[in-house]
Nanobody, 116 residues
Framework: QVQLVESGGGLVQAGGSLRLSCAAS????????MAWYRQAPGKEREFVAR????????YERGSVKGRFTISRDNAKNTVYLHMNSLEPEDTAVYYC?????????WGQGTQVTVSS
């Protein structure tokens, strides 16, 4: 099993910044990728950003490009989501996902609320 622990959510004003963290532990051998998703009230969960663990390549959804950046600490099996220029539309529960040997694991989620 793989355990994911997220942190860093909170309340911020529009235009502000937050950094989310997600630490993976347990059976992480074969870690393929780590990603961030989000789910706003009444909406489906959507992809935000992903990083391939083998080479560090990453990509983000179009609506967050230039504002959000995914990064990692390889030694700690930790992925970060740096969120800048936050907008009220970014309000959601943010979930971390790890892909290990073709299995997906999810964190418990962390709330991000952006006030206008």
């Amino acid at each position: 099993q793989v355990q994911l622990v997220e942190s860093g959510g909170g309340l911020v004003q529009a235009g502000g910044s937050l950094r989310l963290s997600c630490a993976a532990s347990g059976r992480t051998f074969g870690l393929y990728a780590m990603a961030w998703y989000r789910q706003a009230p009444g909406k489906e969960r959507e992809f935000v950003a992903r990083m391939l663990w083998s080479n560090g390549s990453s990509y983000e959804r179009g609506s967050v490009k230039g504002r959000f950046t995914i990064s990692r600490d390889n030694a700690k099996n930790t992925v970060y989501l740096h969120m800048n220029s936050l907008e009220p539309e970014d309000t959601a529960v943010y979930y971390c996902q790890a892909t290990v040997s073709a299995s997906h694991y999810w964190g418990q989620g962390t709330q991000v609320t952006v006030s206008s």
